[in-house]
């Protein structure tokens, strides 16, 4: 079955720092990778997405994602961190044309020290 | 126009009590999903539903839980005899409008706190 892993559970950082969180997943076919982000007291909502084409992808709020085949990753980048960065972010896969599924990871907590 | 939109907000009840949990996806979506959002767990698949296909139940926990979409819309989550590690916040999503998009959008959830 697919799975997806997000090896930061809970990540603290200054403002201004770069931001790497990782997402590994487990499905040999085509993918859909998503990020998510649910800000404190907010709905998730979409960061960014990778369907096909450059595997460099770039979302909202200057996060971008780069989609590496060979190693099954989808890691989330910021190269500045603002306090409103603070949230949780979650890596997503779909297996295209198998089920279409949407599985999440764990989740990373992100906590931007002023 | 509106957003997924789920009730109730919040639900308290008793252990071995049954609870009926409401999502009412974006008009025109054709898949709905629920999920299970609890501390150090993140997000756990519990069901999706796409189109008129059977239902994906692999993520439900026990037999206790069970999920119907009614004429492609409207969905129900149930969890019957609940215990309190049920407690959790239920998520709904859908996605799949006329443009084939695959992101999902998610309703507020329903906290659901089991005494």
């Known amino acids: 079955a697919q799975s997806v892993s997000q090896h930061n559970h809970h990540v603290i950082l200054s403002e201004a720092a770069s931001l790497e969180l990782g997402c590994n997943y487990s499905?040999?076919?085509?993918?859909?990778l998503f990020w998510y982000v649910q800000y404190p007291g907010q709905h998730l909502q979409l960061l960014l997405k990778y369907f096909s084409g450059d595997p460099l992808v770039k979302g909202i709020k200057g996060f971008e994602a780069e989609f590496i085949k060979s190693k099954f990753s989808f890691n989330l980048r910021k190269p500045s961190v603002q306090w409103s960065d603070t949230a949780e972010y979650f890596c997503?896969?779909?297996?295209?044309?198998?089920?279409?599924?949407?599985?999440f990871g764990k989740g990373t907590r992100l906590h931007i020290l002023p | 126009g509106a957003g997924v939109s789920q009730s109730p907000s919040n639900k308290v009840t008793e252990k071995g009590k049954d609870v009926e949990l409401r999502c009412d996806p974006i008009s025109g979506h054709t898949a709905l999903y629920w999920y299970r959002q609890s501390l150090g767990q993140g997000l756990e698949f519990l069901i999706y539903?796409?189109?008129?296909?059977?239902?994906?139940k692999s993520g439900l926990p026990s037999d206790r839980f069970s999920a119907e979409r009614t004429g492609g819309s409207v969905s129900t989550l149930t969890i019957q005899r609940t215990q309190q590690e049920d407690s959790a916040v239920y998520l709904c999503a859908s996605s799949g409008g006329a443009g084939g998009g695959y992101e999902q959008y998610f309703g507020p959830g329903t906290r659901l706190t089991v005494t």
């Open positions: 997503a896969v779909m297996s295209v044309n198998r089920d279409d599924k949407i599985i």
């Open positions: 499905y040999g076919g085509t993918v859909n």
């Open positions: 539903f796409q189109g008129n296909s059977a239902p994906d």
